[in-house]
């Protein structure tokens, strides 16, 4: 039987609020992968904008950040900004889900809460120990509904969607069927939705651009959309106005329409950049409407991907990770605060022989787990 190899978890780019993030030394950003310091064994991790949620395979829940606090008995978490969604277990046999204020720091009553059924857990709770644990939420296990962060906090689902897969973008959602085929939903004036248009669709819609090809995962960042197919081939689309669907930008040497200062926690100031970009030279693409293909460097396959407000990672099947778009918190990896229109390979986990198995985004930040790569 084969030795199990130990894994770690890796962060870089925004700890302006002091979340966990690798060592951070009292600084606002970190510029490449840094392992982190975690009182036990982290399995899973998510990450909002001003504080991440970490979950020790002993079943604790760590914020760090703007909120600072922890809690026993959590199977899985989704942080955002609005909400934090914990599933606890009871006392006796069974979990709940609880929806918290994340500024209550896990104390007092919890704005929402819902019962589940005995046997509901967590995704890959019985995975071996060296592998991260990636939970379902904002999906809850029954995948019939979903969490989002304006009340009523709970949204049904058709039971005839027979979900795999739910990712929330800042006013898109993106859900991944069974049967390996893409839907979404929400406001759509970036063209994170995928169908073409810039309109907005008030329930899922099929993608039709992907219709007969299966795909294996899906990624929601603040206005763009990504996803995997079972081959490992990367489909991308949305708004480009920092690169992240590594098509033609503006270079970053000239003047940029919105001051990057002036971006809140989702950069919301960048609605009128992109609008004005919509007139740009042809060569420059600041919005993608629909699906298009990526080709990583070297023809690699991809296998996981994730996204933040406006950046990408990918992870391939060799264990790579590859980063693009908005870079200057260091989200990217590469060592500076640069932003790219390529997918550039984070060379941190190749000089350390290191295999990268799963990677999340934060808004402004990335989070990695690696192990050591076999000796050949």
Known sequence: MAEKRQGAWFGFGFCGFGQALGSGNGQHAV????????????????????????????????????????????????????????QRNKSGSGTELQAWVPGSALQGEPLWVQNLASGAKAQGEDEPGSEPRMGTLPLLPCARAYMTPQPPFCQPLAPELRVRQLQLGAEHALLLCEAGQVFSWGGGRHGQLGHGSLEAELEPRLLEALQGLRMAEVAAGGWHSVCVSETGDIYIWGWNESGQLALPTRSGTEKKTVREEELNDDGLRGEE???????????????????????????????????GSRHTAVVTRTGELYTWGWGKY???????????????????????????????????????????????
């Not at 350390?352 to 930040?365: D, K």
């Not at 989070?367 to 050591?372: D, G, I, L, M, T």
């Open 31 to 86: 510029h490449s992968p840094e392992p982190l310091h975690a009182a036990d064994d982290v399995c899973q991790v998510s990450a909002s904008w001003s504080y991440t949620a970490l979950v020790t395979r002993g079943g604790r829940v760590e914020l760090s950040g703007s909120v600072s606090c922890a809690a026993d008995g959590c199977r899985d978490v989704w942080a955002s900004e609005g909400l934090l969604v914990v």
């Open 330 to 376: 260091g989200q990217l990896g590469h060592k500076d605060s640069t932003s790219s229109d390529q997918p550039c390979r984070v060379e941190y986990f190749v000089e350390r022989q290191l295999e990268v198995r799963a990677v999340t985004c934060g808004p402004w930040n990335t989070y990695v787990y690696a192990v050591e790569r076999e000796n050949i």
């Open 273 to 307: 950049a992109a609008l004005a970009d919509v007139g740009a030279p042809a060569h420059f693409i600041a919005i993608q409407p629909f699906p298009a293909l990526l080709d990583l460097p070297l023809g690699s396959d991809a296998v996981k991907a994730s996204c």
